[in-house]
């Protein structure tokens, strides 16, 4: 296994990422990780973590940066960019899989752009898993990639979403659900009424509409969406969760008697937090293009890089990419294809 991450993307420099491989490198005894980085910033940077190159430590020279100001135009002007050279080691087949932190636009645009699309994937989806009062995750996609969704966008994305589930999650029919205002079928615009019957002819465990609620309740597996509405959810998940704990932490250390009880509730609420937390995954699947792709926070922890290159190996594993082709076959074969190919109602 392979896989390269693009060492100039976090907001605090290459150090948390060099961290993370190096934390990756020690629990995973088989893979070989290439950084792709500006190599005079990243050699000094191994050198202060104790870290050195090696057959299972690789190093691929990008003198440029893609800032998280820029825009994907910028692209071509940074040729030379260390996301743009790491999506190059997915193309060539130099490397299995691709993690890319940072400047999310980029890492899409470049992705589509270089490594192209999936037939009969319209547009790409960001896919991430999110925590359930069950404790087995519900996937949402799309969480941002494309805030324009047409119906045949939906459709593709719940088959994407429902293969991912089945094949690293383990879920053996995963439950897919359209979000929208209401569970009636008449329920939501021209586009989400459209996809519903996208989804409800593919080769899917279609439960029909839900709501924001069926998210985090376990009714679901699979949650399709577009990408405006889906990002909104994550970053307001990702913020209500920051300030439970918050809420909880200043409450517990309001006197001695809730200060004591904090002792007691330790181990609790330590389990609540690995369920809550992000560095989990590390990173959310780029689902769609021609490749094994994760995208991780531009603040990534150590923690979160290395759980970022776990998760993007077990992905190769099981061949989601594979999967993902084939079913997107049959499911354009279940709907009327003018629908697909961007006929009426794409």
Known sequence: MRIAIDAMGNDNGPAPIVKGVKMFLEQDHSSTVVLVGDRDRLTRVMIDEGIGLSNRLELVHA??????????????????????????????????????????????GAATIILKLIHGVRRPGIMIPMPTRTGRPCVIIDMGANTSCKPSHMGAYGVMAS??????????????????????????????????????????????????????????DVVVCDGFTGNAILKAAESLASTMTAWIREALMESW?????????????????????????????????????????????????????????????VQVNAMIKEHIGKMRSSVRLTVLDGGHGE
């Open 63 to 108: 003198p440029q940066v893609m800032e998280m100001e820029d825009k994907v135009a910028d692209l071509k002007k940074k040729r030379d960019s260390s996301i743009m050279r790491l999506v190059e080691e997915v193309r060539e087949g130099r490397v299995d899989a691709m993690v890319a932190l940072g400047n999310t636009a980029a890492a899409v």
């Open 257 to 317: 008697i809730t200060k004591i009880g904090a002792v007691l509730l330790q181990r609790a609420f330590f389990r609540m937090k690995s369920r809550i937390d992000y560095t989990a995954y590390g990173g959310a699947h780029l689902l769609g293009v021609n490749g094994v792709c994760l995208i991780g926070h531009g603040r990534s922890t150590p923690t979160a890089v290395a759980s970022a290159l776990r998760t993007a190996g077990e992905s190769v594993k």
């Open 163 to 220: 293969i991912y589930s089945t094949r690293v999650l383990g879920v053996a029919k995963p439950r897919v659900g359209l979000l929208n205002v209401g569970e009636e079928r008449s329920k939501g615009n021209e586009t989400l009424r459209q996809a519903f019957g996208i989804l409800e002819n593919a080769p899917l465990n279609f439960v029909g509409n839900v709501e924001g609620g069926d998210i985090f309740n376990g009714s679901c």
